[in-house]
């Protein structure tokens, strides 16, 4: 789980944490659940891998504020050969905030284009 | 239309733009879509309303770098009686980047909740 | 002490944490501090105190990268009547990174101007 | 000169724009300046050769809001034998908002350190 404590700046004028931001939990959210299943981003960088985001969607319930302790839950949604999708849940204490899901494509850092889910990202989404 | 010139700042490690600041430029896109459409956001406040996001989603195809001219174009997806969605397509030259969709709900500015698209945004989102 | 994890947008095409986000850090060092000094900011705007910045200073020796866990330590620099000056030093495991100044005017929410630093403040700030 | 009109979520919850964008600002004017001067950034960096910022000092005697146009002076201020500092100058219509200096050092792009300022940067300064 991502723990976030929300910074002065990411309030909007609504007095709200301003949309884009959540994409930005999201991506360390991701980075900390693959870190958690063992694999370090790093590391998939130094086997040569990397990750592209081709699809993101969220849903908001509610909204996050200023000083709120925000948590961000991951899960495995999907698994292709090539792609995987996550699936996040914010919530702030009791508060049901936001959830979303976004598609990864696994690519060569080369620049050569796609490639298979390696063994050790495989194993680092868990079980299937 | 939206044209954006892309900041240095907006390009991550990759080179390329990251993800969040599409939701950012979504909304400036919006603000210039309604403000062609002779509303301009000030004068929506100042007549009692607002709109909150509750959905977004994009999908990427290629990616902007820094110094990219970006264009978003605005159309209206969906009308609702309290909501209503929008269309982006966001390109640079030639290249074709990211569409995405999002849902506004229309609410007063008073904290009392939703309210029917009131007649000054209808028109600002052209004939249905 | 602030502590914060540098995130991967942070960080720029060199690879080093934009200039930019300093001036975030600081502003979350500052409520922090100010927190250890048993103030909150919401309850400093709840006695209908407010503080804005007129001045920030960043000196660079090092940079940040993705991952690094960054340390923001806080001091204060001067106390005046109307504003006071805090210090910071951020650093990285045995890396020093950067120190900065900010200097901050004490002004009354309701928008009447300028206030001598209420005594809370004054505590928060620690012995003169 | 560099213009900009205020983005949506560059104010915050006091309806300004937050402090750190400033130096988004500076960023893209410098790049603005240079290129005026006939440097394109790409170039310079083509060139072998980069500018990393080592010090950088904001002083606000007002504030921009959401929608303002902003412009950006920037002239040269001084010019050693590695480094340069440059002067901004933010303005919105007829009000004057803040000034800026930011010192730069010149660096290889292959990592071995500090360079003379080079021939194509000396004349995209302008005349000493």
């Known amino acids: ?33 693959l870190e958690e299943g063992g694999l370090g981003y790093r590391q998939m960088l130094d086997a ?27 899960g495995v949604a999907e698994r292709g050969s090539t792609s995987f999708a996550l699936d996040f849940d914010v919530s702030a204490g009791e508060k049901s905030v936001a959830s979303g899901r976004t598609v990864y494509v696994v690519v060569a850092t080369d620049g050569t284009g796609k490639r298979p889910i390696p063994e050790i990202l495989d194993k680092a989404l868990g079980p299937a």
Request: no cysteine.
């Open 48 to 74: 040569g891998f990397d990750v592209q985001l081709v699809h993101s969607e969220i849903d908001w319930g509610s909204s996050l504020r200023w000083g709120d302790e925000a948590e961000v839950r991951v």
């Open 1 to 33: 789980m991502y723990r976030h404590k929300v910074r002065y700046f990411e309030a909007d004028q609504q007095g709200v944490v301003f949309n884009m931001w959540y994409l930005g939990y999201f991506d360390e959210a991701m980075a900390a659940f």
